[in-house]
């Protein structure tokens, strides 16, 4: 055991404290920093202010703090919390088992979490972020280009500056796209959210602006009315030919009058219907309907031959 500096403490066999107030506790721990503090077996604190904990915990840069079995902190102000996990880099953080965070200032949040990427970050379980200045948030979601962002269980951004939430299996609910403060703060549209198979959104500026489409639905509704006119027209029209028939004038006969009913899909109309015996072998016939829905007046003249 060797305590060195002014203030130094070691405990433990063959622990060592060589500079000013170290501290260094447990069997093999080191402390070789100004106020540095080694606790553990083989824990050791290489730097000025740097704190171990753990066993063959290691914390090497100014600052650094290394907390947890076989955790590294490497480089100034750096953060490794949790068994084995690891943080290389001026200000990279590293939190729960096995974390990473391997680049200047890049900070992983979980287990197995990795920020591999300058000003990187990952939080969740198994969450990556490779990229530079990349954020990847949620359970196995991944980040790997720059300024990339994967929020969400499984989200995966791979294109530089791409914003990726969620995955193919979720839905998506914005309340407050239809308030009225949004519609006011957005201003004048200029084009159409589209969407390919992907999910991958885009404005699409090439469509009718908004008064040129608003004129084509009212266009559109005034064709779907007139043809709703005409269909309503044609149902009275097929009641109206279904109540004419041709009344048949005896041979002994001059005249003959008939009347008749005719429906169709909840029109109804009805018709009067005349003939005329000119000799035993020519008969003149007409007759006159009227649609009771539509007022729709019609009429028919028909000549009879017969040998």
């Known amino acids: 055991t060797v305590a060195t500096g002014p203030g130094a403490t070691a405990i433990g066999?063959?622990?060592?404290?060589?500079?000013?107030?170290?501290?260094?506790?447990?069997?093999?721990?080191?402390?070789?920093?100004?106020?540095?503090?080694?606790?553990?077996?083989?824990?050791?604190?290489?730097s000025d202010n740097a704190t171990a904990i753990g066993n063959e915990a290691i914390a090497n840069g100014i600052d650094?703090?290394?907390?947890?079995?076989?955790?590294?902190?490497?480089?100034?102000?750096?953060?490794?919390?949790?068994?084995?996990?690891?943080?290389?880099?001026?200000?990279?953080?590293?939190v729960g088992w096995q974390s990473t965070a391997s680049a200047e200032?890049?900070?992983?949040f979980g287990h197995l979490a990795t920020a591999s990427g300058v000003r990187s970050t990952a939080v969740g379980e198994g969450a990556t972020a490779s990229g530079d200045v990349s954020l990847s948030f949620g359970n196995l979601a991944t980040a790997s280009a720059t300024n990339s962002v994967a929020i969400g269980n499984g989200a995966m951004a791979t294109r530089a500056n791409q914003f990726t939430m969620g995955n193919a299996q979720n839905t998506y609910t914005m309340p407050g796209v239809a308030s009225d403060e949004s519609t006011a703060a957005q201003g004048t549209p200029?084009?159409?959210?589209?969407?390919?198979?992907?999910?991958?959104?885009?404005?699409?500026?090439?469509?009718?602006?908004?008064?040129?489409?608003?004129?084509?639905?009212q266009s559109n509704s005034g064709a779907i009315a007139n043809n709703?006119?005409?269909?309503s027209n044609n149902e009275e029209g097929i009641a109206m030919a279904m109540a004419l028939s041709t009344p048949y004038v005896p041979t002994d006969r001059s005249f003959a009058l008939s009347t008749s009913v005719g429906m169709f899909e909840g029109s109804s109309a009805m018709a009067v219907n005349m003939g005329f015996r000119v000799s035993p072998n020519v008969q003149?016939?007409?007759?006159?309907?009227?649609?009771?829905?539509?007022?729709?007046t019609g009429g028919r003249l028909g000549v009879t031959y017969s040998w």
């Open 228 to 231: 709703s006119r005409r269909i």
């Open 190 to 217: 200029v084009g159409y959210v589209t969407s390919d198979a992907n999910g991958n959104l885009a404005v699409d500026r090439s469509v009718f602006p908004t008064a040129a489409l608003s004129r084509q639905v």
């Open 105 to 108: 200032r890049a900070q992983a």
């Open 13 to 46: 066999w063959q622990s060592q404290a060589t500079a000013e107030r170290a501290q260094a506790f447990g069997h093999l721990a080191t402390a070789q920093g100004v106020r540095s503090l080694a606790v553990g077996e083989n824990a050791d604190a290489q």
């Open 64 to 94: 650094s703090i290394a907390l947890g079995d076989t955790s590294m902190a490497n480089g100034p102000s750096t953060t490794a919390l949790g068994g084995e996990s690891t943080a290389m880099g001026p200000g990279a953080t590293a």
């Open 284 to 296: 003149l016939d007409a007759g006159i309907t009227h649609g009771f829905d539509r007022s729709q």
